[in-house]
Nanobody, 121 residues
Framework: QVQLVESGGGLVQAGGSLRLSCVAS????????MGWYRQAPGQQRELVAVISSGGRKNYVDSVKGRFTISRDNAKNTVYLSMNSLKPEDTAVYYC???????????????WGKGTLVTVSS
């Protein structure tokens, strides 16, 4: 069984910063891409940032220059550093990871339960 657990959400004023963390645990043979999605009230979930196992990064245009995704492969952890936060960044942020649980199985997408980020104006 694989679990993803996020932490680091909270309430922050516009212009402030937060750092989200997500740790993968359980039966893990290999972790491929890791990423962060977000879902604001009444909106669809959207990809915020993704990082490959080799460190290649991609961001949605609205966060480029403000958010930075990183990962520590030794700790099975992905981070999202968020600076210059705006009220429109308010959402539940979900961690996603494409994980191969064992050599006998293919890769599967796993999700965390989400962490709420609220940016006040």
């Amino acid at each position: 069984q694989v679990q993803l657990v996020e932490s680091g959400g909270g309430l922050v004023q516009a212009g402030g910063s937060l750092r989200l963390s997500c740790v993968a645990s359980g039966n893990i043979f290999r972790i491929n891409d890791m990423g962060w999605y977000r879902q604001a009230p009444g909106q669809q979930r959207e990809l915020v940032a993704v990082i490959s196992s080799g460190g290649r990064k991609n961001y949605v245009d609205s966060v480029k220059g403000r958010f930075t995704i990183s990962r520590d492969n030794a700790k099975n952890t992905v981070y999202l550093s968020m600076n210059s936060l705006k009220p429109e960044d308010t959402a539940v942020y979900y961690c996603n990871a494409n994980i191969r649980p064992s050599v006998d199985f293919g890769s599967v997408d796993y999700w965390g339960k989400g962490t709420l980020v609220t940016v006040s104006s």
